[in-house]
């Protein structure tokens, strides 16, 4: 068998196996070699599986700082980037941006009151989002459950939205950082997903790319989250803010539980229901309490002090802004949402308290109700998900409906119950739910 690689190509400066087996021996790669790597792999000189195993030997053998934050430029400098230096806000001419990216987790729909919320105070906040993939929801499929809301704009629309209403929430387009898209396609089927250098350097590439002054990251820990438990959580969120404070972003991370899931609905157009009770005022404490708190980091980010998003929400302005948000990408925001054909409950099996409901079964029901896809190229059912009737801390008695499953294909309940067999705790009346909602602060 002859034996090929890229050292065969003289055109090529570095040789792959030789970048593989520096990181295969717990070396550290060179600046130079890091931007090789990168570019020839978007450009297909290095191939899938040559990426797959440096991905595996960086698991395994991880990156110091400055290998990553070499990694994330390279990144960034696959694409284009974006730029909101002309961005000026009629109110008070503020041209701050900021932004929050969650890593994920169950029932999380705080992006979509928090964007409105945020540019009530005159900052801008581009959110270029994503879709769900695996249990974990996307902000964009449950936006989509509004009839006619648009997920896909041109840079042009986007700044003159900025401009215009202040919030912006979209897809992120082919061009940023576009060899993150290939390389978290095939990281994805390799089982390399889960190594902290890759998983700050694909987040921050896009957020840094994207343009925002600033930015607060929501670093989820528990079940329902990429990071089950909270060192590894911890360390992620430490090497992200420190990657955006080298780039000039201004950027700070809170530690927050996802060991159960956000709010009481887990799917796609219930949780835009309950984004819209939280904007009018209302809504479950747990997603108004994360809504304000990043809110607030937010605005302390952007420079922006006395703010109160608490009164935001009461008094009906941040909802105003929704509302123009909304119609700005031809959604009507007073439209019905879909509602699921068939519905089942799920009801506590004995009395007592309410000490568990596990965000990871609960997302897993949801997704095989079809509220999420198992390939990217799947569509998503608007109406599908899990309502939760009871949050832990909460008293219940046998009988009492738990949780209600939406779905058009009923033929999903049976799987989606076998999901949620060990999800629900009850223990005697009395006891407590070991849980704190923000577990921590890291700037
Ligand atoms: N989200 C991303 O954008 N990238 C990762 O690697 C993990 C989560």
Redesign the pocket.
Known sequence: MTETHAADNTAEPFDAVDIIRTKRDKGALSPEQIDWTIDAYTRGAIADEQMAALNMAILLNGMDRTEIARWTAAMIASGERMDFSSLRRPDGGLKYTSDKHS??GVGDKITLPLAPLVAVFGVAVPQLS?RGLGHTGGTLDKLESIPGWRASLSNDEILAQLQDVGAVICAAGAGLAPA?KKL?AL?DVTGT?EAIP??AS??MS?KIAEGTGSLVLDVKVGSGA?MKDEAKARELAETMVALGQDAGVNTVALLTNMGTPLGLTAGNAIEVEESVEVLAGGGPADVVELTVRLAEEMLACAGVRDADPAAALKDGRAMDVWNRMIRAQGGDPAAKLPVARESEVVYAPADGVLVELDALSVGVAAWRLGAGRARKEDAVQAGAGVRMHAKPGAVVRAGEPLMTLLTDTPERFDRAKEALEHAAVIAPEGSRPAQRLIIDRIA
């Open positions: 890593t994920g994503g993150d978290y990281r997903v890759l998983i694909s987040i896009k990429f």
